[in-house]
């Protein structure tokens, strides 16, 4: 799979990606779930609980194969991406949610994506106990996920206007990362990538749409404003397929490029669905609004 330069660079590449959210968080932004209590709790019951049995119900009727179903599931299982908080800045989210989420929901993937990762694993692979993340594996998702957090924060608290001029180059190098590792991905599995996209690509989309849906309309159903369960979808539908992918390759990991693909695949279409979905739920709440000061 691709060059072992490629693979061994994957959790630096990632850690730059956490890297640049930790210089974006302060403690307030954990603290700031107090202010969002609703929104908060429903929106991480969402990512935590909910998701990662819709998706097991989606690779179930996909029919997928083993190792896209545990990739699918691992999808599922990631924080809330970075991207998140653009989109729901362009669509009128409540982005100091999103940022919050965003921070709370990295620091349970340590957690979440071990659990989710290993009952997958042990459901659909004949080899799962010996393929899931066991404890020594969990230490290396640990440095790889919040070691970089808690540096950029710590470089944030005591030396601002620096964070602040590595804030803009670190996110555009984040972007690149990403688009370089599913770049990496689909290149290496070229031969076979009609076939995953066949395989995948449909319950990629399908579970993409339903996550976008339900952070939404979740909160929403729960009494949570328009605002905060926009920023909800976001975070929950758009995940940070970069970790994802990384964990998939990573020789020390799962070192697995088919349970890669779903993330890649996943990485691609989300940004298409959450333009879309973010248009409709703008202009849905702006006939709302019309409806509601129209006088007659």
């Given at each position: 799979m691709g060059s072992a330069l490629i693979l061994a660079s994957l959790p630096f590449a990632i850690g730059i990606v956490m890297l640049g959210l930790g210089l974006s968080l302060t403690l307030d932004d954990f603290r700031r779930v107090g202010q969002y209590p609703k929104a908060a709790?429903?929106?991480?019951l969402c990512q935590i609980v909910l998701l990662p049995a819709i998706c097991f119900g989606v690779v179930l009727v996909?029919?997928?194969p083993p190792e896209l179903a545990v990739g699918l599931l691992l999808v599922a299982a990631s924080p809330g991406g970075p991207a998140a908080n653009l989109f729901s800045h362009l669509f009128g989210g409540n982005v100091a949610l999103n940022v919050t989420l965003t921070a709370i929901n990295s620091v349970l993937a340590v957690v979440v994506l071990p659990v989710v990762v290993n009952l997958s694993a042990g459901y659909f692979l004949p080899?799962?106990?010996a393929l899931g993340l066991?404890?020594?594996?969990i230490l290396q998702v640990f440095v790889m996920v919040l070691v970089p957090v808690a540096i950029g924060m710590l470089v944030r608290a005591w030396a601002s206007e620096a964070a602040r001029r590595l804030n803009l180059p670190v996110r555009a190098l984040s972007v690149v990362v990403l688009v370089g590792v599913i770049y990496a991905v689909l290149y290496a599995e070229r031969e076979n990538l009609v076939g995953y996209f066949v395989s995948v690509g449909l319950a990629a989309l399908a579970f993409n749409v339903v996550s976008l849906l339900i952070g939404y309309g979740?909160?929403?159903l729960a009494g949570v404003d328009h605002r905060a369960a926009t920023a909800a979808?976001?975070?929950i539908g758009i995940h940070n397929t970069g970790l994802a992918i990384t964990i998939a390759l990573s020789p020390t990991l799962l070192n697995s490029a088919e349970i890669a693909i779903p993330g890649a695949v996943y990485g691609i279409v989300m940004f298409f669905t959450a333009t879309g979905f973010g248009w409709?739920?703008?202009s849905r709440?702006?006939?709302?609004?019309?409806a509601s000061t129209d006088p007659t």
């Open positions: 709790v429903v929106a991480l996909f029919r997928l080899d799962g106990a066991q404890f020594d594996k979740v909160p929403r979808g976001f975070e409709l739920i703008r709440a702006r006939s709302s609004l019309t």
